[in-house]
Antibody, heavy 122, light 107 residues
Framework: EVQLVESGGVVVQPGGSLRLSCAASGFIFDDYAMHWVRQLPGKGLEWVSLITWDGGSTYYADSVRGRFTVSRDDGENSLYLQMNSLRAEDTALYFC???????????????WGQGTLVTVSS | DIQLTQSPSFLSASVGDRVTITCRASQGISSYLAWYQQKPGKAPKLLIYGASTLQSGVPSRFSGSGSGTEFALTISSLQPDDLATYYCQQLNTYPLAFGQGTKVDIK
């Protein structure tokens, strides 16, 4: 059974930093691109970041580029999101998600975690 | 960046009705479009990928169509369990993007 479990969400002050983690199991983690998606309270979905299956490429939303860094540890079957210079508008539920297709990132996200809540507030 | 515009933003229909949600991309995205269903308090669920491929385990009353800039998600016979918000997502060009969502209510 595929499982994705996010952790690391807390209350942090504006300008602060945070690292989110996503523990994956039930599939060959090395073979799949992984995404971060967030949802502001009561709002729609916002794609945040992607790391390719081999870790060779990373992509970001304009709103987080230069502040957030995605990484993966295939030995630990884990995905990470380092979040720096946090702003109030980064307050959201952060989901990690798995791409549906091996060795690709063009088709969709078939498994999602339950999300971890990040609150940026003084 | 590519923008996705869904319409309508909200719809109310009766059980058994045929329902169509459209998603328009600001630039051509070939067939790299996915549809998701999100119920309150839950993570999104993949329904359709590649614009028209039904994800495993998804009921056949859901279907997707389109390519280029115009796409549609159709529910052939609306069921009470379909009460949810539906999102399209383009995966053709970075940064990826979601539509703003369509909330479906049951009359």
């Amino acid at each position: 059974e595929v499982q994705l479990v996010e952790s690391g969400g807390v209350v942090v002050q504006p300008g602060g930093s945070l690292r989110l983690s996503c523990a994956a199991s039930g599939f060959i983690f090395d073979d799949y691109a992984m995404h971060w998606v967030r949802q502001l309270p009561g709002k729609g979905l916002e794609w945040v970041s992607l790391i390719t299956w081999d870790g060779g490429s990373t992509y970001y939303a304009d709103s987080v580029r230069g502040r957030f860094t995605v990484s993966r540890d295939d030995g630990e079957n884990s995905l990470y999101l380092q979040m720096n210079s946090l702003r109030a508008e980064d307050t959201a539920l952060y989901f990690c998600a798995k791409d549906v297709s091996r060795y690709s990132s063009r088709w969709g996200l078939d498994y999602w975690g339950q999300g971890t809540l990040v609150t940026v507030s003084s | 960046d590519i923008q996705l515009t869904q319409s309508p933003s909200f719809l109310s229909a009766s059980v058994g009705d045929r329902v169509t949600i459209t998603c328009r991309a600001s630039q051509g995205i070939s067939s790299y479009l996915a549809w998701y269903q999100q119920k309150p308090g839950k993570a999104p669920k993949l329904l359709i990928y590649g614009a028209s491929t039904l994800q495993s385990g998804v009921p056949s009353r859901f279907s997707g169509s389109g390519s280029g800039t115009e796409f549609a998600l159709t529910i052939s016979s609306l069921q009470p369990d379909d009460l949810a918000t539906y999102y399209c997502q383009q995966l053709n060009t970075y940064p990826l993007a979601f539509g703003q969502g369509t909330k479906v209510d049951i009359k």
